[in-house]
């Protein structure tokens, strides 16, 4: 089931059901003034909000509480003790994903693994919950292939329902949730440090990666706990982490339509084109060409 609210010509509410208490809401607000969305939401569900674009502020208590979600942030809420009604204020231009699930839909998904998630062990039950976070790059792809697709209506429920689960999947399963006793790694704060000034060397220079030697040197961090660490930290190896990273820039520069084929593959990298095509259709499964006609 979809519904589709249209409060005025530019902005766009689209929900769409996963199944029985799970359900996905499409927020954009694509035009140039702040916007006020409203939903009902009950004391019995699960709110995971993701911020993919511009900034989204959530009100509560009438206003005398809120919480800023800029983008690239995501917001888990819980409170089992009252009712949580979504009652937002979208910046101009922004894009919010939001993925509404009942606690009893949760724990028939998470029964087995209730310690592993922090607020269904026996120490939060029953508590309100609430977490903050960075969407990680994996995560990304999945929520924008959630807002951008080209599907027949007829598949587009099972499309939906697969991506809410690899987005559930994600989200729990990242780094700063293992087990510590798991990571020895992750026991040296000066390490993760390290890692973390690898992660902002190789996007800030993605255009010109520097080797993985030369990323080593440059942390000063020996090359094996490099690559270990970063894809204990990150879940991936470093060029991985990159090639996704470049991909999810290219899809946003192509979405916003600024630049030509040819200049967003330079801008990530890529000095040929058809290199930058073959890039683009590995991740995606589709060219940049129509991935952009789609969007149209």
């Avoid at 499409?26 to 035009?31: F, G």
């Avoid at 969407?135 to 697709?149: H, T």
């Avoid at 058809?274 to 683009?280: L, Q, R, V």
């Amino acid at each position: 089931m979809e519904i589709l609210q249209k409060n005025n010509a530019e902005r766009i509410i689209q929900e769409t059901k996963v199944e029985d208490g799970f359900c996905i809401l499409k927020i954009q607000n694509e035009s140039n003034e702040t916007q006020h969305v409203i939903r009902e939401i009950d004391s019995s569900f699960i709110q995971f909000h993701f911020g993919l674009k511009g900034e989204t502020v959530f009100n509560f208590n009438n206003g005398s509480y809120t919480i800023n979600l800029p983008e690239e942030s995501s917001l888990l809420l819980y409170n089992p003790q009252r009712d949580l009604p979504m009652n937002i204020e979208m910046t101009p231009n922004s894009w919010l994903i939001s993925m509404l699930i009942s606690i009893k839909k949760f724990h028939s998904l998470f029964s087995s693994e209730a310690s592993y998630i922090p607020f269904l062990g026996d120490g939060n039950r029953d508590k309100k919950y609430y977490s903050d976070g960075k969407i990680s790059p994996s995560m990304a792809v999945v929520l924008n292939q959630l807002m951008n697709y080209n599907l027949h209506n007829s598949i587009k429920p099972l499309y939906f329902k697969g991506k809410a689960y690899e987005l559930l999947s994600l989200y729990f399963n990242r780094p700063e949730d293992a087990d510590i006793e798991q990571c020895p790694f992750l026991v040296d704060e000066e390490n993760v440090l390290k890692i973390r000034k690898a992660k902002d060397i190789i996007i800030a220079r993605m255009a010109e990666p520097p080797t993985l030697q030369e990323l080593s040197n440059e942390i000063a961090l020996p090359l094996k706990k490099l690559k270990e660490g970063f894809k204990q930290i990150y879940g991936d190896p470093v060029y991985t982490f990159l090639f996704d990273y470049k991909m999810e820039v290219a899809r946003q520069l192509l979405a916003k339509g600024s630049f030509n084929v040819n200049e967003v593959g330079l801008k990530v990298g890529y000095s040929t084109a058809s290199h930058f095509i073959a890039a683009f259709k590995k991740k995606y499964g589709t060219t940049p060409k129509k991935y952009i006609m789609g969007l149209k």
